[in-house]
DNA sequence: ATATTGTATCGTAATATTGCGATATACAAA
DNA sequence: TTTGTATATCGCAATATTACGATACAATAT
C-alpha cells in the first residue's frame, strides 16, 4: 500500500520513530549542529552554511520544528531558531531507552 | 529534485543520517527489540510478531542487516538474525557525539 | 519423487520525500 | 510610497519508501 502500519505498534516505538525521521537526512543534522553553533540562527545564514537553496532550507526547519526539536521567534523580518533543550534530553532518554533495551537482552 | 544532496555535508553527518534513517520506521525499531528479545530470530517468528506480512517483514529485516545492525546465520532451511553488538555500539556513539556537539554549544 | 516449510526477491500500487523556481507576505529603509 | 530583505508556502518533477501477492529457491519431511 505504501503507507506506514504505525497503529501495530506501540506510542513509545513510534514517537522514536519520528524522531528518528528527523534526524534521517543529512542535511537536517547539519541544521542542528549549526545552531547548536550559532545560538539563534536565520534560515538565511543556514542556507548559505549548508549550501541549499532558502525554501529547501526553510523546508527542512519546519520538519524540525515540528518534531519539537527547534523553537524560533521573530524579531522584525527575522525569525531567530534555537534549540529546544527540554525536547533535545527527551530525545536523548528515548534513545538511551532504546539502546538499554536492546542492549542488554542481545548476545 | 528529489534525491538527497549527500555530498554536501561530512561522512559522519551522512553516516548518521543513514542509521537514523533505519530506525525512522517503527517496525525496524519493533524488529531489533524483539531480536533483542529472542537471540536468534527467524523471519517467520518476527513477521507474527510484529504483524506485517513475510516479505514485508523480510524486507525491512534486509534494510537494517544493510545497516550492519544485523547478523544472521542460515540453518537448514532457516535463517538466524541476532544483533550485531559492535555497530550498535559504533550508532550508540556517533548519537553521543551529536548530542555532545549539539547540547553543550547551544542555549 | 513429491509435498511442506522458511526465506528472499520480483513486480507493482500507493504514498512520502527531496529540491527548487515562482510567488506571497511582512517588516524595514529610502 | 517604493524598494529591498527575510521567510514561508505553492506547485511541480524526480526519486524513495512501504506494503504485499506472486513466485522462486533451498532444505526438510513424507
Redesign the pocket.
Known amino acids: 500500500?505504501?503507507?506506514?502500519?504505525r497503529h501495530l505498534h506501540s506510542v513509545q516505538v513510534n514517537q522514536l520513530a519520528d524522531l528518528a525521521?528527523v534526524l534521517?537526512?543529512p542535511?537536517r543534522i547539519s541544521i542542528l549542529n549549526y545552531i547548536g553553533d550559532c545560538d539563534g540562527c536565520?534560515?538565511?545564514?543556514i542556507?548559505g552554511k549548508i549550501r541549499?537553496?532558502?525554501?529547501?532550507t526553510?523546508?527542512?526547519?519546519?520538519?524540525i520544528k515540528k518534531s519539537g526539536l527547534l523553537k524560533?521567534k521573530?524579531e522584525?523580518?527575522?525569525?531567530y531558531y534555537t534549540i529546544n533543550k527540554d525536547k533535545l534530553t527527551a530525545l536523548k532518554n528515548l534513545f538511551a531507552d532504546f539502546f538499554e533495551v536492546t542492549e542488554q537482552k542481545c548476545c
Chains 1, 2 share one sequence.
Open positions: 500500500m505504501g503507507v506506514s502500519k525521521k534521517s537526512h542535511a536565520l534560515c538565511k545564514d542556507s541549499l537553496s532558502q525554501p529547501t526553510s523546508q527542512h526547519l519546519q520538519v524560533s521573530f522584525g523580518k527575522s525569525q
